[in-house]
């Protein structure tokens, strides 16, 4: 199995704030990443795919990036509605695995 | 709109079988390289995907679950059905499905299922 581990597993930052969250996968997985956000009691929703594509009507504040092992989301001018944990997944091969979440906290 | 919603048994004992129930609309399961994948998350944990169908009838399973799994679908009933064996305390989760061909969206809400005797 392809482990994904995020870092931080915690953040905490404030309204305006850029935040960026880090995905490793144990192996590479060229372009083979997403990112999901996910609020207490709901669930899980796609943002980025592709590693850097933006699913329609999420807003552009959200941006991925990476290749191969290392991937990065990035949250621009944070907004209140963002506060919530961040998961990312692999699509290169079966099982498909997440990450363990990434908190964002307000501070 | 797509939307995927998730029904079966709220409370199941240890040792029995679960059988939860997605019930899909706005896609057909019929159309190539659609997917549909229940994924789980126990409370306060990170998620873990189980298993997936698609339109081909082509099945992957968790190699972890794989003996305790079964995913089968019902096209003409938009339905696509999760089997589960021997169910344990640690099985407790909220389980989801999702629609893919690579990525799950959209996702259904969400159902509770708690393992106690």
């Known amino acids: 199995d392809i482990q994904m581990t995020q870092s931080p597993s915690s953040v905490s930052a404030s309204v305006g704030d850029r935040v960026t969250i880090t995905c490793r996968a144990s192996q590479g997985i060229s372009s083979w990443l997403a990112w999901y956000q996910q609020k207490p009691g709901k669930a899980p929703k796609l943002l980025i795919y592709s590693a850097s594509r933006l699913q329609s009507g999420v807003p552009s504040r959200f941006s991925g990036s990476g290749s191969g092992t290392d991937f990065t989301l990035t949250i621009s001018n944070l907004q209140p509605e963002d506060f919530a944990t961040y998961y990312c997944?692999?699509?290169?091969?079966?099982?498909?695995?997440f990450g363990q979440g990434t908190r964002l906290d307000l501070k | 709109q797509i939307t995927l919603k998730e029904s079966g048994p709220t409370l199941v004992k240890p040792t029995q079988t679960l059988t939860l129930t997605c019930t899909f609309s706005g896609f057909s399961l019929t159309t190539a390289g659609v997917g549909v994948n229940w994924i789980r998350q126990a409370p306060g944990k990170a998620l873990e995907w189980l298993a997936v169908?698609?339109?081909?009838?082509?099945?992957r399973y968790s190699p972890s679950l794989k003996t305790r799994l079964t995913i089968t679908k019902d096209t003409s009933k938009n339905q696509v059905v999760l089997t589960m064996t021997n169910m344990d305390p640690v099985d407790t989760a909220t389980y989801f499905c999702a629609q893919s061909s690579d990525w799950f969206d959209p996702w259904g809400q969400g159902t509770l299922v708690t393992v106690s005797s």
């Open positions: 997944q692999q699509a290169n091969s079966f099982p498909y695995t």
């Open positions: 169908i698609y339109w081909d009838d082509d099945k």
